[in-house]
């Protein structure tokens, strides 16, 4: 990462003379990744293409913090998101659409912060999924991203609270506002999580819930039209998980549980999700079971896979998607890395529901298979 530290002696330099500055940074980074992606079928037809960020979203961002005393920080977070291969704004040509908040930092009692931001979920149980991490990203994401382990929706208007570590024990909690006068519920959220740490041991759980989700009279809601990955009255998403580190290895497992009540559709542009499967206006739940594992077999060269089972009800049927994931990685340096992943997917028990095989990040097969694979280069800075 660059960084710019602005100190006092400079700050005074440039302002009057004599005049006291509290010291502050602000540090650019990013992330761009890009590959070649194979598919076998794609709405019925093989594809072969550049393609951008199928990994981890790409991003550059600006994040801040300023010194004021007794252990209290200023602190704010700019992050965009964008297309590298067209060169497009993400998350619904936001210019910010990744993150954007500001808020204060304390050493004793942690960070209260306002704008938009991560649920709980994503905070907690995110890096015990395998696609919450740079060792499966996207790719290993459950159906639809149905419990939003891959950041697919952020949370708008949002007042979030994140604790200091009290030996090994964090906890947060957050809440989206509608905005709307008159109509507190459309399009409002909260979230709660935790974690603990010890040793190699990390256990974990969350909650988020999402009323309005999509909501297309509310364009100014906590997620509104086009940023949520369900458009449903409620969305209720649940779960817990552990990993434990122990030499060169990390082996995980986690259960995520999604609720929806009058669910109409699935899909969405922001969220990276390209089913746009229409749901039938009732319930719909999907309970997604998780075994992941990677191994660091030279400081440089890891391997990683994931086995996920998803037991979903939707559309009056049962599907049962049974999707695995390997990836191989080479770091060339701290910064720059090269890898190689393959997702195969499976959905059996579908009825006609016309539900069919959807690996996260390309558009859903013709049948109830498919299988993705992907080489590429991804550089931080």
């Given at each position: 990462m660059?960084?710019?530290?602005?100190?006092?002696?400079?700050?005074?330099?440039?302002g009057?003379?004599?005049?006291?500055?509290?010291?502050?940074?602000?540090?650019?980074?990013?992330?761009?990744?890009?590959?070649?992606?194979?598919?076998?079928?794609?709405?019925?037809h093989?594809?072969?293409?550049?393609?951008?960020?199928?990994?981890?979203?790409n991003?550059?961002?600006?994040?801040?913090?300023?010194?004021?005393?007794?252990?209290?920080?200023?602190?704010?977070?700019?992050?965009?998101?964008?297309?590298?291969?067209?060169?497009?704004?993400?998350?619904?040509?936001?210019?910010?659409?990744?993150?954007?908040?500001v808020?204060?930092?304390?050493?004793?009692?942690g960070a209260?912060?306002l704008?938009?931001?991560?649920?709980?979920?994503?905070?907690?149980?995110g890096?015990?999924?395998?696609?919450?991490?740079?060792?499966?990203?996207?790719?290993?994401?459950h159906?639809?991203?149905?419990?939003?382990?891959n950041?697919s929706?952020?949370?708008?208007?949002?007042?979030?609270?994140q604790?200091?570590?009290?030996?090994?024990?964090?906890?947060?909690?957050?809440?989206?506002?509608?905005?709307?006068?008159g109509?507190?519920?459309?399009?409002?959220?909260?979230?709660?999580?935790?974690?603990?740490?010890?040793?190699?041991?990390?256990?974990?759980?969350?909650?988020?819930?999402?009323?309005?989700g999509?909501?297309?009279?509310?364009?100014?809601?906590?997620?509104?039209?086009?940023?949520?990955?369900?458009?449903?009255?409620?969305?209720?998403?649940?779960g817990?998980?552990?990993s434990?580190?122990?030499?060169a290895?990390?082996?995980?497992?986690?259960?995520?549980?999604?609720?929806?009540?009058?669910?109409?559709?699935?899909?969405?542009t922001?969220?990276?999700?390209?089913?746009?499967?229409?749901?039938?206006?009732?319930?719909?739940?999907?309970?997604?079971?998780?075994?992941?594992?990677?191994?660091a077999?030279?400081?440089?060269?890891?391997?990683?896979?994931?086995?996920?089972?998803?037991?979903?009800?939707?559309?009056?049927?049962?599907?049962?998607?049974?999707?695995?994931?390997?990836?191989?990685?080479?770091?060339?340096?701290?910064?720059?890395?090269v890898?190689a992943?393959?997702a195969?997917?499976?959905?059996?028990?579908?009825?006609?529901?016309g539900?069919?095989?959807d690996?996260?990040?390309?558009?859903?097969?013709?049948?109830d298979?498919?299988?993705?694979?992907?080489?590429?280069?991804?550089?931080?800075?």
């Amino acid at each position: 990462m660059n960084k710019f530290v602005l100190s006092s002696l400079s700050l005074a330099l440039i302002g009057a003379a004599g005049a006291a500055h509290a010291q502050s940074s602000v540090t650019l980074y990013g992330l761009i990744d890009t590959g070649l992606t194979y598919t076998n079928n794609s709405g019925g037809h093989s594809n072969f293409q550049q393609a951008s960020g199928m990994l981890n979203g790409n991003r550059w961002g600006l994040r801040g913090s300023e010194d004021l005393g007794n252990g209290l920080k200023a602190i704010f977070v700019l992050e965009n998101g964008f297309n590298l291969s067209t060169g497009k704004l993400g998350q619904n040509s936001r210019m910010f659409g990744r993150q954007s908040f500001v808020g204060l930092s304390s050493n004793q009692y942690g960070a209260l912060t306002l704008g938009r931001q991560y649920d709980s979920v994503v905070d907690y149980l995110g890096p015990l999924s395998l696609n919450g991490t740079q060792y499966g990203g996207t790719l290993a994401s459950h159906p639809y991203d149905n419990d939003n382990l891959n950041n697919s929706v952020r949370i708008n208007n949002a007042v979030k609270y994140q604790s200091v570590n009290y030996g090994g024990f964090k906890l947060g909690a957050l809440y989206g506002f509608s905005n709307a006068a008159g109509a507190f519920a459309d399009s409002r959220a909260y979230s709660v999580g935790a974690s603990y740490t010890f040793g190699g041991l990390v256990v974990a759980a969350g909650y988020l819930q999402l009323n309005g989700g999509g909501s297309t009279t509310n364009s100014g809601g906590a997620v509104a039209a086009g940023d949520s990955t369900f458009t449903a009255a409620r969305q209720r998403t649940y779960g817990a998980g552990a990993s434990y580190a122990f030499g060169a290895a990390n082996v995980g497992l986690l259960f995520t549980q999604t609720q929806l009540n009058d669910a109409s559709a699935i899909g969405s542009t922001a969220s990276g999700t390209t089913s746009g499967l229409t749901l039938n206006g009732g319930s719909a739940r999907f309970t997604n079971y998780e075994l992941n594992g990677r191994y660091a077999i030279t400081p440089a060269l890891t391997v990683s896979g994931a086995y996920t089972f998803t037991d979903a009800r939707l559309n009056g049927a049962s599907p049962k998607y049974n999707q695995v994931t390997l990836q191989t990685d080479y770091a060339l340096s701290k910064r720059t890395d090269v890898y190689a992943e393959a997702a195969y997917q499976h959905v059996g028990s579908t009825g006609n529901s016309g539900i069919t095989a959807d690996i996260l990040g390309v558009s859903a097969s013709s049948t109830d298979t498919q299988v993705v694979g992907t080489v590429g280069i991804r550089h931080r800075f």
